[in-house]
């Protein structure tokens, strides 16, 4: 399995965000805080968003590798899987390890920009199943946990441990002055995941219903080019200050479910730079809508606020938006003079993280 070199460059989710820009002359910049510092600043806030999202994947799925064409909100995506998995019983509860490599790329253009973008991504995943007063084991082919997904999940819980590298690039142009800028960003990511079935309802139109609670904890580095051109480093510890509070919504629960949607409700997660500064992420009812071929953050907001060590008023603060599919990320510090971030950029969501 090939193993990333990690240069220095220049936002997500999944895991999976592009912030900042290249530029030809590459100086390298002492550290700052993200407090005072843009770039560093809005990729703090793309590790956030990129982070809670990849938690929302839930897969236990059995196939070993696979290529799809994904859309999110009329945009064509490549991706490309390979994965190996294996299941082991320990303890009542069902061990699985995954190694999971993933190669996307997309495009997508308004009426200002366009862009082209690509992503190699690995995954080193242990997925622990357990039950509350019960037990878990693996199906027969000791790939995957041997869980009824068709029946009620309240009471499991998932462990996650994960390890992942990432290279991503982009392109942009801008419409109206033919400008091109290239950009990259790799990050490496290990920590821990928490996720807790509460409760599985019916709804009136038939559709199922899960709640559950999402917590995580992990240290992520970056390396990357910013708008003046020079390179710098960010490590971060990115973990929730208020568990995510996640509803999923089938429309059945048979085996030819469809997923409908998963709404991040509450939940508030905080990106620190050690003893320096840090980003409080509070997401309100953050929407993703998916169906047969389509998979959007659709609605919702995610408010960040920055701040120094040891302050209690925030230096600076962003609100992404997403409507009817649509996200946008304004630095709202100044509420009379909101500003767009038009370099925030994230991988678009796959359809096949968020199947069982």
Same mark, same amino acid.
């Given at each position: 399995?090939?193993?990333?070199?990690?240069?220095?460059?220049?936002?997500?989710?999944?895991?999976?965000?592009?912030?900042?820009?290249?530029?030809?002359?590459?100086?390298?910049?002492?550290?700052?805080? #993200?407090?005072?510092?843009?770039?560093?600043?809005?990729?703090?806030?793309?590790?956030?968003?990129?982070?809670?999202?990849?938690?929302?994947?839930?897969?236990?799925?059995?196939?070993?590798?696979?290529?799809?064409?994904?859309?999110?909100?009329?945009?064509?995506?490549?991706?490309?899987?390979?994965?190996?998995?294996?299941?082991?019983?320990?303890?009542?509860?069902?061990?699985?390890?995954?190694?999971?490599?993933?190669?996307?790329?997309?495009?997508?253009?308004?009426?200002?920009?366009?862009?082209?973008?690509?992503?190699?991504?690995?995954?080193?995943?242990?997925?622990?199943?357990?039950?509350?007063?019960?037990?878990?084991?693996?199906?027969?082919?000791?790939?995957?946990?041997?869980?009824?997904?068709?029946?009620?999940?309240?009471?499991?819980?998932?462990?996650?441990?994960?390890?992942?590298?990432?290279?991503?690039?982009?392109?942009?142009?801008?419409?109206?002055?033919?400008?091109?800028?290239?950009?990259?960003?790799?990050?490496?990511?290990?920590?821990?995941?928490?996720?807790?079935?509460?409760?599985?309802?019916?709804?009136?139109?038939?559709?199922?219903?899960?709640?559950?609670?999402?917590?995580?904890?992990?240290?992520?580095?970056?390396?990357?080019?910013?708008?003046?051109?020079?390179?710098?480093?960010?490590?971060?510890?990115?973990?929730?200050?208020?568990?995510?509070?996640?509803?999923?919504?089938?429309?059945? #629960?048979?085996?030819?479910?469809?997923?409908?949607?998963?709404?991040?409700?509450?939940?508030?997660?905080?990106?620190?730079?050690?003893?320096?500064?840090?980003?409080?992420?509070?997401?309100?009812?953050?929407?993703?809508?998916?169906?047969?071929?389509?998979?959007?953050?659709?609605?919702?907001?995610?408010?960040?606020?920055?701040?120094?060590?040891?302050?209690?008023?925030?230096?600076?603060?962003?609100?992404?938006?997403?409507?009817?599919?649509?996200?946008?990320?304004?630095?709202?510090?100044?509420?009379?003079?909101?500003?767009?971030?038009?370099?925030?950029?994230?991988?678009?969501?796959?359809?096949?993280?968020?199947?069982?």
């Amino acid at each position: 399995m090939k193993k990333f070199t990690f240069a220095p460059v220049c936002v997500v989710l999944a895991a999976s965000l592009f912030v900042g820009c290249g530029a030809k002359d590459e100086r390298v910049a002492p550290s700052s805080g #993200l407090a005072s510092d843009d770039a560093q600043s809005e990729a703090a806030v793309a590790a956030s968003f990129g982070e809670a999202m990849d938690s929302m994947s839930d897969t236990n799925m059995s196939s070993n590798s696979g290529t799809a064409m994904a859309l999110e909100n009329g945009l064509g995506v490549e991706v490309q899987i390979t994965m190996d998995r294996s299941c082991a019983a320990s303890d009542d509860k069902a061990v699985v390890t995954i190694t999971r490599d993933k190669e996307m790329s997309w495009k997508r253009s308004n009426a200002r920009i366009s862009v082209s973008a690509s992503a190699s991504i690995e995954n080193d995943i242990v997925r622990t199943w357990s039950l509350d007063g019960g037990s878990v084991g693996c199906e027969l082919n000791n790939k995957v946990a041997a869980i009824d997904f068709e029946a009620d999940l309240t009471g499991y819980e998932l462990d996650v441990s994960i390890k992942r590298n990432a290279t991503r690039s982009l392109e942009k142009t801008v419409a109206r002055t033919r400008e091109t800028t290239k950009r990259s960003l790799t990050s490496a990511v290990d920590g821990t995941r928490h996720a807790k079935w509460l409760s599985q309802e019916t709804n009136d139109d038939g559709s199922i219903s899960r709640s559950k609670s999402i917590s995580f904890s992990v240290s992520r580095t970056d390396n990357f080019v910013a708008k003046d051109g020079s390179v710098k480093d960010l490590a971060l510890r990115v973990e929730t200050k208020e568990d995510l509070q996640v509803t999923t919504t089938w429309d059945n #629960l048979a085996h030819d479910r469809q997923l409908l949607s998963k709404l991040i409700s509450s939940g508030v997660v905080k990106a620190s730079k050690a003893a320096d500064s840090y980003v409080e992420a509070s997401f309100n009812k953050l929407l993703m809508k998916f169906d047969a071929k389509a998979c959007s953050v659709y609605s919702g907001s995610m408010e960040a606020r920055i701040y120094a060590e040891g302050s209690t008023e925030a230096a600076k603060i962003y609100m992404l938006t997403a409507v009817e599919g649509s996200i946008t990320v304004k630095d709202v510090t100044d509420p009379a003079n909101p500003k767009d971030v038009e370099d925030f950029e994230y991988s678009p969501c796959d359809l096949k993280d968020f199947n069982y």
